[in-house]
């Protein structure tokens, strides 16, 4: 059984940082790219990051740009989203996701992802 798990949400004050971990089990993910999205209340789900199954290429929403960094780790089978420089509007609940890799995906929608992680909290106070 495959299964994404997220950790590292929380309740943070405005300009602090978290690092949200999701960690893959039950198959590998070398050949998966890796994507974070979110979803705050009444919203639709937004994508916020994804990273190639190399590790060599990353891309962000405009919003994200410079505050938050996507990593992953294969020997762990974990990716990683650290957030810096966080403001209120980044609270929402954030999901990771893995899409095998072909090139008639673009990664910055959701439908192009197979696996996704129940989801973590962060809430950023003002």
């Known amino acids: 059984q495959v299964q994404l798990v997220e950790s590292g949400g929380g309740l943070v004050q405005a300009g602090g940082s978290l690092r949200l971990s999701c960690t893959a089990s039950?198959?590998?993910?070398?050949?998966?790219?890796m994507g974070w999205f979110r979803q705050a209340p009444g919203k639709e789900r937004e994508f916020v990051a994804r990273?190639?199954?190399?590790?060599?290429?990353?891309y962000y929403v405009d919003s994200v740009k410079g505050r938050f960094t996507i990593s992953r780790d294969g020997t762990k089978n974990t990716v990683y989203l650290q957030m810096n420089s966080l403001k209120p509007e980044d609270t929402a609940v954030y999901y990771c996701?893995?899409?095998?890799?072909?090139?008639?995906?673009?990664?910055?929608?959701?439908?192009?992802?197979?696996?996704w992680g129940q989801g973590t909290q962060v809430t950023v106070s003002s």
């Open positions: 990273i190639s199954w190399s590790g060599i290429s990353t």
């Open positions: 039950g198959r590998t993910f070398s050949g998966y790219h």
């Open positions: 996701a893995a899409g095998l890799s072909t090139l008639s995906r673009d990664f910055r929608r959701a439908q192009d992802y197979d696996y």
